[in-house]
């Protein structure tokens, strides 16, 4: 009788379905409606090619015309615009040795397929965050930062800001108030843990309950509050530093970026080196993860599927939609 194998266990087509469903669940930004999937989304990244573009038709404009029986009234058309997404294309391999599991009395592999949600789940919001960087960039060097709160100073030391440089009901009101009389749009905060700790000394976080009845979802302004300590930090000089000075803070809207799920040709497989004692995992992912309203236009791209540092540069982006349609907003506070 031969040795149970990985693969023996790891069954790809009862695998990739929970897999999917597994990491929606334990996704965050997922169940405060911020990443919405969408089944369209779905059919789009598993149509074929790397641009999916999405038209939308433009809200009619102009003034209206006062009826005479001599003139009649003139035609105007509706005009159309495109939101184009990126397909990313990322995949991950482990291995562990027969030895490993010997010497541990555990199952590494069984380890790795528990932990395979969790991993992509960060790894999602980490090429969120880049994509982030990249949209607002593009706003700061084309729409004059008009979605930008900038509550901020480029130096200091702690203790020495001001109250108006720190997080405070100001500071997001402001914030909130770059989509004018849209604001109500805004549903979920996310937040680096220190301005979330500041909002906590000041007693303004209140807690609501979940489905469930428990008090354990925190809101701050009617907002969800998500703590996050890969909210981008920057220090004086503007590079990145987790004790830096500089904290973002996005402010979401409902569906404010859309989620489709694609198809890897080989989304799951295993293999084994029997010389030498390994087994492998190996996983691989096709998705769309997309700000809605702000298309990617490819500018500088140069593999199968763009980089998180290409993520993040602003001539990547192009905002299409009218600005109160964006539902995301970017404020910068010194804590």
């Known amino acids: 009788m031969s040795a149970t194998k990985l693969s023996d266990i790891l069954v790809p087509e009862v695998w990739v379905p929970y897999f999917i469903q597994r ?26 090619g790397t641009l999916i573009n999405m038209p939308f038709f433009n809200d009619l404009t102009g003034d209206d015309e006062v009826l005479s029986d001599t003139s009649p009234l003139s035609v105007n058309k509706i005009t159309t615009s495109k939101d184009v997404a990126r397909l990313h294309m990322r995949g991950k391999a482990w291995g562990a040795s027969d030895i490993s599991k010997a010497l541990s009395g555990a199952d590494p592999l069984a380890a790795i397929a528990d932990l395979v949600a969790d991993y992509w789940n960060r790894r999602e919001q980490a090429l969120l965050f880049a994509g982030l960087a990249g949209v607002f960039a593009d706003n700061a060097a084309n729409d004059a930062s008009d979605l930008i709160q900038n509550n901020g100073i480029t130096n200091g030391t702690p203790g020495s800001f001001a109250a108006d440089n720190l997080i405070g009901p100001e500071a997001v009101i402001d914030a909130k108030t770059k989509l004018g009389d849209a604001a109500g749009k805004l549903t979920a905060i996310g937040m680096h843990s220190i301005p979330f700790s500041r909002l906590q000394k000041l007693n303004l976080i209140d807690m609501v309950p979940d489905s469930e009845g428990k008090i354990t979802i925190p809101t701050y302004l009617g907002l969800r509050v998500l703590v996050d300590d890969t909210c981008p930090v920057a220090n004086a000089n503007g590079s990145n530093a987790t004790n830096g000075y500089l904290y973002t803070t996005y402010l979401f809207g409902q569906g404010a970026v859309g989620r489709g799920e694609g198809n890897a040709p080989v989304p799951v497989e295993t293999d084994r080196d029997s010389l030498q004692g390994e087994d492998y995992l190996i996983n691989r992912r096709h998705f769309i993860l997309h700000p809605r309203g702000i298309k990617w236009t490819e500018n500088t791209c140069t593999g199968n599927s763009p980089t998180n540092a290409e993520l993040a540069t602003a001539a990547n982006w192009d905002r299409v939609y009218e600005k109160k349609n964006i539902r995301i907003v970017k404020l910068v506070t010194n804590g």
């Open 23 to 48: 990491t929606a669940e334990l996704n965050a930004l997922v169940q405060s409606g911020i990443v919405v999937p969408d089944s369209e989304l779905d059919k789009l990244a598993q149509g074929g």
